[in-house]
């Protein structure tokens, strides 16, 4: 079965940095592209980043660019983001998420979220 768990959330204060992760299995992990998409409480969903098959094209959401890096290591089957210089406005529940080779950009396979907070 495909699995996604995320980890890593918490709370973090302004300016600071987290990296969440997520580790997948029941599929051919290095075969995907995979998202992050976060949800802030009480609003939708958006998309954050997205990173190709081998890590080598990435491609960012303009309200974490610069900030955040999406990362993978197909030996661990682990996506990662980095998250750096920190706002309120980036607490959210974090998802990765499979890309659907045959339907893309239906992501077809999600986490169930890890709750990152940014306060003081």
């Known amino acids: 079965q495909v699995q996604l768990v995320e980890s890593g959330g918490g709370l973090g204060q302004p300016g600071g940095s987290l990296r969440v992760s997520c580790e997948a299995s029941?599929?051919?992990?290095?075969?995907?592209?995979m998202n992050w998409v976060r949800q802030a409480p009480g609003k939708g969903l958006e998309w954050v980043s997205v990173?190709?098959?081998?890590?080598?094209?990435?491609y960012y959401a303009d309200s974490v660019k610069g900030r955040f890096t999406i990362s993978r290591d197909n030996a661990k089957n682990t996506l990662y983001l980095q998250m750096n210089s920190l706002k309120p406005e980036d607490t959210a529940l974090y998802y990765c998420?499979?890309?659907?080779?045959?339907?893309?950009?239906?992501?077809?396979?999600w986490g169930k979220g890890t709750l990152v907070t940014i306060s003081p």
């Open positions: 029941g599929f051919t992990f290095s075969s995907y592209y």
């Open positions: 998420a499979r890309g659907d080779l045959s339907r893309w950009p239906y992501l077809d396979y």
């Open positions: 990173i190709n098959t081998n890590g080598g094209s990435t």
